[in-house]
């Protein structure tokens, strides 16, 4: 028995214990990530199935509108219980690697997981990467007490959970790594990039086992830029840091308002944007949810330029309360879909003035999706990296990085503050 104790000791003291420790943690974070991504699927095909029958009659819209109560009520519930899976869950993540907060893994893991569920089958505006990367974070806590790890070991296997959670939700290991890289810990380390390399290998391979090699968006632009194109990706770049920057400023107002300044009671505040849910539900449907639908349909040329224009202001506002009211939900794919309806009018109108092919909206609607990601999260670097992996298009890697630090540039000019430090900073406040 003390010998094995002392081998067991002797591997936790070596080099090969944090990456191998990761890897287990990205089989976790991963699994649980994956099981995270497939109700949100069950979800959002319930959520189509409900919207069919409530246009039939007015009993079916007014069962729909008792429902999203409901759904509104237990959502409370879940946030009252535990407050720190409001949300998207990465300001939290921040705050718990600088030691500000101590999340109750299992309790945050569990409500986090119910009420992602519960928002998305509402309709809500929110994505799943956020709570995915919350998730896999708690899934590396739990390791590490498993492990019986703490101080800066426990740090590095939460950072790996949260990574692999990245990558399982989207099939992006290298944005996954870059994303905790970037926005997590604002620096490099070996010690560090090591274990969250095996913790995404091991996570994208359950992803892959469960949803396939396929990318999440089945569009791949393949134009090739030009000098003459890459002058267009300026404009785009400069456009994507004012609107991103004014992104930032809204969403934080709209934050303080309802949280701080309204008054209102949890289940008061999670019921304005399920009610906004079941209106859109009978006249704009496309707008519910994170949005992935909207993108392929943009993409396509579905839409008329005015048509772009209307949808873009109005997942802007529903993206705004959906978030502002304290849901369990992440604004990281509402903010990609802002950006891609950014870059696709951009595109039409491109089109439009100087008569280039129509190939090329879908590439410029990409640009808008990494650079409006770059210029809201400042991580100029992981936006890039994740919509050349959420597309696998070769062509555009070099504009998504151009487009992308032009639009963190400009926001950084601007003065506006990265959405997740300023809610970090915020939760800090309120934990001191």
């Known amino acids: 028995m003390n010998e094995r104790a002392g081998i067991w000791a002797r591997f936790t003291e070596s080099r090969a214990f944090l990456p191998c420790a990761g890897f287990a943690a990205g089989i976790f974070a991963g699994g649980v990530s994956a099981l995270y ?7 959002s095909d319930t959520l189509g199935h409900a919207l069919t029958f409530i246009r039939k009659s007015a009993g079916w819209t007014a069962l ?16 009252r219980r535990q407050p720190l899976i409001g949300r998207s869950g990465i300001p939290q993540l921040e705050c718990e690697l600088h030691g500000k907060i101590k999340s109750p893994w299992l309790s945050v893991l569990l409500c986090k997981f ?10 809500l505006s929110l994505g799943r990467e956020g709570p995915s990367i919350q998730l896999g974070a708690m899934a590396g ?31 992006a290991p290298a944005a996954g790594v870059l994303f905790c890289l970037e926005e997590l810990h604002h620096t490099f380390t070996p010690r560090l990039l090591l274990p969250l390399m095996t913790a995404v ?6 992803s892959v086992q469960v949803f396939g090699v396929g990318p999440v968006f089945q569009f791949a632009p393949q134009t090739d830029f030009t000098p003459v194109l890459y002058l267009l990706v300026v404009p785009l770049g400069l456009l994507l840091g004012v609107l991103g920057a004014f992104y930032n400023t809204a969403t934080m107002a709209v934050v303080r308002f309802l949280q701080d300044k309204s008054g209102l009671p949890v289940f008061v505040r999670l019921l304005i944007p ?11 449907p496309s707008l519910l949810g994170s949005g992935h639908n909207l993108v392929e349909q943009a993409a396509a040329g579905d839409y008329l330029l005015e048509i772009l224009l209307l949808l873009l202001v109005c997942k802007f506002l529903f993206s705004l309360l959906s978030f502002g009211s304290g849901a369990p939900g992440g604004i990281f794919f509402p903010l990609l879909v802002l950006g891609a309806l ?14 280039m092919e129509t190939e090329l909206i879908a590439a410029f609607l990409l640009l808008g999706m990494a650079g409006n990601f770059a210029a809201i999260v400042r991580a100029p670097f992981t936006g890039a990296i994740l919509l050349f992996e959420m597309t696998g298009s070769v062509h555009t890697l070099l504009p998504l990085l151009a487009v992308s630090l032009i639009a963190c540039a400009t926001a950084d000019a601007l003065r506006s503050a990265p959405i997740y430090d300023s809610l970090a900073a915020r939760l800090c406040r309120a934990a001191d």
């Open 342 to 355: 950014i870059g696709c009018s951009y595109g039409v109108c491109a089109v439009q003035l100087f008569g």
């Open 114 to 123: 119910a009420g992602g569920f519960l928002c998305l089958l509402g309709g």
């Open 201 to 206: 290998l091991s996570a994208d391979l359950i």
């Open 37 to 43: 991504r497939l109700s949100l699927q069950f979800a």
């Open 64 to 79: 729909w509108f008792l429902i999203l109560i409901g759904l509104a009520w237990l959502t409370s519930l879940l946030v």
């Open 141 to 171: 806590k739990r390791l590490s007490r498993f492990l019986r790890r703490d101080g800066e070991d426990e740090r590095v296997l939460i950072s790996c959970g949260a990574s692999a959670g990245l990558a399982a939700a989207f099939h």
């Open 274 to 284: 399920f009610l906004t849910a079941g209106v859109l539900a009978l006249c704009a």
